[in-house]
Nanobody
């Protein structure tokens, strides 16, 4: 079992930056693919970014590519999402997720086995 706890709740203005963190419990964090998803009010959960267990492979949704950066620190059991040039349409609850079965980052949320409780990010115009 893995428990994921996100932090970095933010109310920011358009153009600002914000970094989300996700701390994971368990001794095998460095074997999990990690992902960030988000869900805006009235919309389905969507993929934002994912990173391989070593950190050498990353994947991004087109909507965040060039603005968001996912990274991980396996010594701290933590994955990060650095969000720059934020837009009002980035407003959503952001979820951290762990995939224990696959070896490459995936945008498919069904592949992820564990989820955090989510953290709210609000970007005002």
């Amino acid at each position: 079992q893995v428990q994921l706890v996100e932090s970095g709740v933010g109310l920011v203005q358009a153009g600002d930056s914000l970094r989300l963190s996700c701390a994971a419990s368990g001794r095998t964090f460095n074997s999990y693919v990690m992902g960030w998803f988000r869900q805006a009010p009235g919309k389905e959960r969507e993929f934002a970014a994912a990173i391989s267990y070593s950190g050498s492979i990353t994947d991004y949704a087109d909507s965040v590519k060039g603005r968001f950066t996912i990274s991980r620190d396996n010594a701290r059991n933590t994955v990060y999402l650095q969000m720059n040039s934020l837009k009002p349409e980035d407003t959503a609850v952001y979820y951290c997720a762990a995939d224990e079965k696959h070896h490459t980052p995936s945008s498919g949320y069904v592949k992820y086995d564990y989820w955090g409780q989510g953290t709210q990010v609000t970007v005002s115009s």
